[in-house]
């Protein structure tokens, strides 16, 4: 009886230590990181930058509809913006498409994704935050820094995802005092 009790001691602990030691859905850098400023269009041709979200945390996907994996993952990130977006959180998915808003908006529509449509058709956005592949995100604190960066596809609505933005909201938020 002893040794099963240790068993399961053990077996309990060794599941408690290796909870505190899951990877967070998203690696923090240890400091923000500046970005280069960003210029986009959005669906009217407008022109936009992520001064636009300035005292919001952002979640910038950057991605393209012959993406496969991009395509795969845009409904999680429109989940995610219906259940966190609003004042003080946005997802801007920022598509690198050459063949435009129109072929974005086409792809939205077909998958029922109401994200706005936002375009970098010269590929700008790639050259210079130094992407190495689609997708990509970055988390951008309300002060426009890079707080963290993924390589590759996510599921964004998880639980354990949607817990992760929430605490980064109110942490970043709180700490700098922008929008509470």
């Known amino acids: 009886m002893k040794v ?14 290796a909870r505190a030691q899951e990877p967070t859905p998203m690696t923090l850098h240890e400091e923000p990181q500046s970005l280069p400023e960003l210029v986009f269009a959005d ?16 979640l910038l996907n950057v ?25 003080r959180f946005d997802v801007v998915a ?12 086409k792809f939205f529509d077909e998958v029922g994704v109401g994200i706005p449509v936002f375009i970098d058709q010269d590929g700008a956005a790639i ?13 951008i604190g309300p002060y426009g820094n890079e707080l963290a960066r993924l390589a590759g596809p996510a599921e964004w609505d998880a639980a354990e995802m949607v817990a992760f933005f929430e605490g980064i909201i109110e942490r ?6 922008v929008r509470r």
């Not at 099963?4 to 230590?17: N, Q, Y």
């Not at 598509?95 to 808003?101: I, K, L, M, P, T």
């Not at 935050?129 to 995100?137: E, H, I, N, Q, V």
């Open 4 to 17: 099963i009790l240790s068993a399961l001691g053990i077996a309990v602990l060794s599941a408690a230590v």
């Open 43 to 58: 669906e009217a041709g407008e022109p936009r930058s992520l001064e636009d979200w300035r005292g919001k945390v952002v």
């Open 63 to 87: 991605w393209a509809t012959w993406c496969a994996p991009c395509r795969a993952e845009m409904p999680t990130l429109d989940r995610l913006r219906e259940r966190l977006g609003g004042e």
């Open 94 to 105: 920022l598509s690198v498409d050459r063949a435009g808003a129109r072929a974005v908006r």
């Open 127 to 139: 050259r210079s935050l130094r992407l190495f592949g689609l997708p990509a995100t970055l988390l």
């Open 172 to 177: 970043e938020l709180e700490e700098t005092g």
